[in-house]
């Protein structure tokens, strides 16, 4: 059960590494993403993988397919177990993720990690995805992408909870729905603008809850981590 939930790491090493030790009996993923990969590249991979944890290397490519297809090798390569694409960067750069991913592992004598399409960021509401020149919905543009995400053959897909049981009734039971965006009763959104409680995320299908300042800005990281694996259990 501990394997649904990621902690979203975006704090200095040092200080990311400390909190995942005292969470990870509760929490079975470490997410990498992109300022901890900027600034330490394939050693933070690394250090959260020898601490014994899944790594969530969410680093969103979004390029031609070829240059997708070399740096999803590399990542496969280092052993993580999920690595985000932008679903809207195309079909052929998904099979590209994918088949590139799936062979950097396979040379390196690991297991493929999961590719996750990212579909409308969380960050995101209607206003913001209109501004970018798309006319339809939040919900139709998530349900677009995780179509062509589903043909491309990704492994999973990267929604708010407010989508994941529409999105599961197009793409069926064997995808990974990840939800990022998930905030505690009451709390503040932070940046976010599509969010929802860790106990409807599961309610509405979700696999993988990414979650960050619940967890590593409680005064007690490991308890709060106790009280959300709990309460999805």
């Known amino acids: 059960m501990k394997n649904r939930l990621a902690l979203a790491a975006d704090l200095p090493l040092p200080e990311a590494l400390a909190i995942y030790a005292k969470v990870a009996p509760f929490v079975g993923v470490a997410k990498v993403g992109l300022s901890l990969f900027v600034e330490h590249g394939p050693a933070a991979v690394k250090a959260f993988v020898d601490q014994g944890a899944r790594v969530f290397l969410d680093l969103k490519l979004h390029d031609i397919p070829n240059t997708v297809e070399l740096a999803a090798a590399r990542a496969g390569a280092l052993g993580a177990a999920y690595l985000t694409v932008h679903a809207s960067g195309g079909k052929a750069m998904l099979e590209a993720a994918v088949r590139g991913s799936a ?3 396979a040379k390196a004598g690991k ?3 999961v590719i996750l ?3 409308v960021l969380t960050s995101m509401d209607q206003a913001a995805l209109a501004a970018t020149g ?3 919905s939040v919900e139709a543009q998530v349900g677009r992408l995780a179509a062509l995400a589903a ?3 990704a492994g999973g897909l990267v929604c708010s909870v407010r989508e994941v049981g529409a999105v599961r009734m197009i793409v069926g039971p064997s995808m990974v729905l990840c939800t990022p965006g998930i905030r505690l009763a009451g709390a ?3 940046d976010q603008a599509r969010v929802d409680t860790p106990e409807a995320a599961v309610r509405a299908g979700s696999n993988l809850l990414v979650i960050g300042r619940p967890i590593y800005e409680a005064a007690d990281p ?3 981590a106790e009280a959300i694996l709990a309460s999805i259990s």
Do not use: H
């Open 103 to 105: 062979e950097g592992a």
């Open 222 to 224: 490991a308890k709060a």
């Open 117 to 119: 399409a990212v579909t």
């Open 188 to 190: 503040a959104q932070d």
């Open 134 to 136: 798309v006319e339809v």
């Open 151 to 153: 043909l491309a053959g």
């Open 111 to 113: 297991s493929a990690p």
